[in-house]
């Protein structure tokens, strides 16, 4: 984890349970469960240590195109949305938000905010569905799969 200058206490919690809640979607993946299962991972431990996490941004499969279909989204209904198949390959990439969920975007029209000016994390890793699981194609050399 990269955090640059005097990270407070609190900014270091928020993103480190952006990270894990990433890790907690990260590991539903494999044949047969849904894209609903990795939603309801991420947003279940991400309220549960009372964050929010942003909607109108999500992970998307990666192809022929950069981003394309699915859309994964960070927070589901179990059993529901697409059914992962061997050879997907997408993004997990949860941005969570340490009040509530809304945001909006600035007039230079790229920059975007949380509304209630607390502070955002995000993490994202390339995934592709594999036989008995998942790979993590953007695994850094000095990152490890937490257990």
Known sequence: M???????PLARRLVQKTYEAMWKGIKVVRPG???GDI?????TY???NGYSVVREYCGHGVGREMHEDPQVLHY??????????EGMVFTIEPMVNQGDSRIKTKKDGWT????DKKLSAQWEHTIAVTADG???????KD?????
């Open 2 to 8: 990269y955090l640059i200058g005097e990270v407070s």
């Open 33 to 35: 469960a849904t894209l």
């Open 39 to 43: 939603g309801h991972a991420i947003q």
């Open 46 to 48: 991400v309220e549960g």
């Open 76 to 85: 589901g209904i179990p059993g529901t949305g697409a059914v992962l198949k």
């Open 112 to 115: 975007v905010v949380t509304r």
């Open 134 to 140: 998942f790979e993590v194609l953007t695994l850094r």
């Open 143 to 147: 990152e490890a799969i937490p257990e």
